[in-house]
């Protein structure tokens, strides 16, 4: 990796500009890249699955890295032959040109897998439901996402940011920030600041079953989270519901902690 000319000089040897459409703001300092693998390491060897490499910062840490096999999925097709430009021939990276939001992660990878992305902000959300609800559960997942976004991953009851997105997220994993990262670290740099969220998935999943009730509860009781759980259930059940669940009806979802939601989707008919 240290014989590659830098990020910058490959992007301009290319020709490529970042796409807003694509929710493109690149990371081009290697430390910065090197610092997000090792704190979503150490991968000992397995498959690492990379969302939106881009121009290849993030990418470029992973070859340096313990991990496996690594495999790209971009959208972008301008970003495919600069990625070519990684691949030592050795069979270790596969690049795949494709929309993540559509792609089968079990089809990429045999087993298990880490995820680690920037993530395009535009549909960072998305990609983290269908990775959290999906069949295929990843090992961890390294994401950055707007901090705004990455703090309602990881909030706990009481915090402002605490909703759905958390409750979703704690329970299938822990939910950590690990990083902040200003907006001037990218290029361009986006509106806001970002940050990186680590999660590890729990050793006891929720059934699909199980998280599509969290969903109806959840999208219910923070839908109207200045009410109280006995007016904002009403459609669900109410106050017997949160009788059946063991939870005072007279409260806010925003003090509820995720074994409460978890309660009161076990509850529903
Ligand atoms: N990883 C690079 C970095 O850190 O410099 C680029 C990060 S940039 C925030 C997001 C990347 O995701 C871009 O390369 C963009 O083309 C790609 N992307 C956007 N939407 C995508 C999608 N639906 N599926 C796969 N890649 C996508």
């Not at 959208?75 to 691949?87: G, H, W, Y």
Request: hydrophobic share 45%; proline share 7%.
């Amino acid at each position: 990796m240290t014989d590659l000319p830098s990020l910058r000089e490959t992007l301009d040897a290319h020709g490529l500009l970042a796409k807003k459409s694509f929710g493109q703001h690149f990371l081009l300092d290697l430390n910065v890249t090197r610092k997000i693998v090792r704190l979503a390491g150490p991968f000992e060897g397995r498959a690492v699955i990379e969302v939106g490499p881009g121009p290849g910062g993030l990418t470029r840490a992973l070859l340096e890295s313990d991990a496996g096999p690594v495999v790209l999925v971009e959208k972008d097709p301008r970003f495919i032959p600069l990625l070519s430009e990684l691949d030592d021939g050795s069979g270790r990276l596969t690049i795949v040109e494709a929309d993540a939001l559509k792609v089968k992660e079990a089809d990429l990878v045999s087993g298990p897998a880490h995820m680690v992305s920037n993530l395009p902000y535009n549909v960072g959300t998305a990609l983290l439901i269908k990775w959290l609800t999906g069949p295929w559960l990843p090992h961890s997942l390294t994401l950055m996402f707007q901090k705004e976004v990455a703090e309602r991953v990881a909030a706990g009851p009481g915090d402002d940011a605490y909703g759905r997105l958390a409750v979703i997220s704690q329970a299938v994993c822990t939910a950590r920030i690990v990083m902040h990262l200003p907006a001037a670290a990218f290029t361009p740099p986006p509106k806001v600041a970002s940050a990186v969220v680590h999660l590890v998935p729990l050793d006891e999943r929720p059934s699909p079953e199980r998280l599509k009730k969290l969903e109806r509860v959840t999208a219910a009781a923070f839908g109207q989270r200045r009410k109280m759980l006995r007016s904002s259930l009403k459609q669900l059940g109410g106050a017997e519901l949160c009788e059946a669940a063991g939870i005072e009806p007279d409260v806010r979802a925003e003090t509820v902690d995720v074994a409460g939601f978890l309660r009161l989707a076990d509850a529903l008919a």
